[in-house]
């Protein structure tokens, strides 16, 4: 094959893409969001929900795969948060799913470009359960998923996930839908007439009150310095592991527990001597 034929039969290929959907409204989810310092646009997804679409460049431009970048980035919005992050993924061979929700062991699925499921069943049963979906008919429309229709491919199967998460409040704005590039993705976003930047810009004297503090929790108990110390625990790892792979996403999941973890620490009342 020449090169210029080479290069067509890449263009006429679909492009990566995913999506974020965090299970807060809007202003719970943009402090955290910024913290991946990543171009991203926020907007509702339902009531309760949010979805994130973030710019591509990491598996644009540094050749990461957008499964690795989009499981990292998952698991740093939901570790430190009171509600889990479920991250949509796609590109030439393959899509799938990453479902984060605390400190617990990300749970996903993915199907091969032609449909065919290339997951553990099991997985499915964890992701109801963590959303709390019907045990029933959601298991039931989630279980089909798994089974083989030549009528399907990666993508449709995406839609039919979605399709249950309707019944969990989960509405994205029109024209977000899964198979769309990055670019595709984001000019839909920007015509949501409530979509904003999640990294949002420099405010000067005067203007409107910063977002919430990223650690509600801090003065909230007893429990929340042992939180924090776990997050540094698990973040010093984690980030060092993200380092030795160079994987981008997972190096910023374990950043932004450290800086959870530190900040946390640090609005911890210190009790006066006596």
Known sequence: MSTEQSRSAREAQPAPGALLLCRAEPDSVAPVARL???????APAGEGWSVLVPEGRPW???GEPVDRVLSGWALALAVGAPWPALALWWDTERAGYSLASGFRRPVGYEWLANGTPAGVDEAMHTFAARLGLDPVLDEQSL?????????SDARARLRGLLAVLQRAGVHLPDGLAPGDSADRLRAAARAHPHVRPAEGTAR???DAAPPAPLVPWAAAGPWARALSLAQIAV?????????HR???????????????GTLGLACWPVSPLD
């Open 36 to 42: 991946l310092r990543e171009d991203m646009l926020l």
């Open 60 to 62: 644009q431009e540094g």
């Open 143 to 151: 279980d089909e998923l798994t089974r083989p229709d030549p009528a």
């Open 204 to 206: 000067s004297e005067g």
């Open 235 to 243: 973040g010093l790892p984690l980030t060092a592991w993200g380092l």
């Open 246 to 260: 160079r994987s981008g996403g997972w190096t910023t999941a374990g950043a932004l527990l450290l800086a959870h």
